[in-house]
T-cell receptor
């Protein structure tokens, strides 16, 4: 069965600091990988996704993620965070063999950015 | 945002009563999902549907049932609500055939409190 782990439960940064949120998955086949963000009181929104090709994926709001197949990782990065990035971030994976089948989500990482 | 709405947005109910949550989409997407979100657990799949009258269980399906009598509506029913079902419930939709936009689109969530 697929599973997703996220390294940190809660990350606290000051504005302008660099961000890296870890995500590892376990699945033997080929996968699609996603990062979602949930701002306080809101629903989840897609930040970025990886299907194939260039392992460095750029998303919205200056976020990027790198797929490292050998490490089963898909870490999220941002060079300089803003107070408005305060949110919860979820990594998700699903099997490329079954488009539309359910995703598996990580437990989430709460990011607090101090002004 | 995509055309997906959940109702009600908030509900307080008593233990032992039945509750039905509704997810309505106007995107004509084939796949629909119900997740619950709890602190420390991320999102966990309750049930999903891959077409009208076609549904299947997710990892936390006990105590829940679903129905999909038409493409646009996916109903989640708690047959006899318990306090452990206090949670935020998210509906999601996806379109298997459209890789450009592939991924989940989430509804705004329903906050259910069972007292």
């Amino acid at each position: 069965a697929q599973s997703v782990s996220q390294h940190n439960h809660h990350v606290i940064l000051s504005e302008a600091a660099s961000l890296e949120l870890g995500c590892n998955y376990s699945y033997g086949g080929t996968v699609n990988l996603f990062w979602y963000v949930q701002y306080p009181g809101q629903h989840l929104q897609l930040l970025l996704k990886y299907f194939s090709g260039d392992p460095l994926v750029k998303g919205i709001k200056g976020f990027e993620a790198e797929f490292i197949k050998s490490k089963f990782s898909f870490n999220l990065r941002k060079p300089s965070v803003q107070w408005s990035d305060t949110a919860e971030y979820f990594c998700a994976v699903n099997s490329r063999d079954n488009y539309g089948q359910n995703f598996v989500f990580g437990p989430g990482t709460r990011l607090s950015v101090l002004p | 945002d995509a055309g997906i709405t959940q109702s009600p947005r908030h509900k307080v109910t008593e233990t032992g009563t039945p509750v039905t949550l509704r997810c309505h989409q106007t995107e004509n997407h084939r796949y629909m999902y119900w997740y619950r979100q709890d602190p420390g657990h991320g999102l966990r799949l309750i049930h999903y549907s891959y077409g009208v009258k076609d549904t299947d269980k997710g990892e936390v399906s006990d105590g829940y049932s679903v129905s999909r009598s038409k493409t646009e509506d996916f109903l989640l029913t708690l047959e006899s609500a318990t306090s452990s079902q206090t949670s935020v419930y998210f509906c999601a939709i996806s379109d298997r055939g459209d890789r450009t936009n592939y991924g989940y689109t989430f509804g705004s969530g329903t906050r259910l409190t069972v007292v």
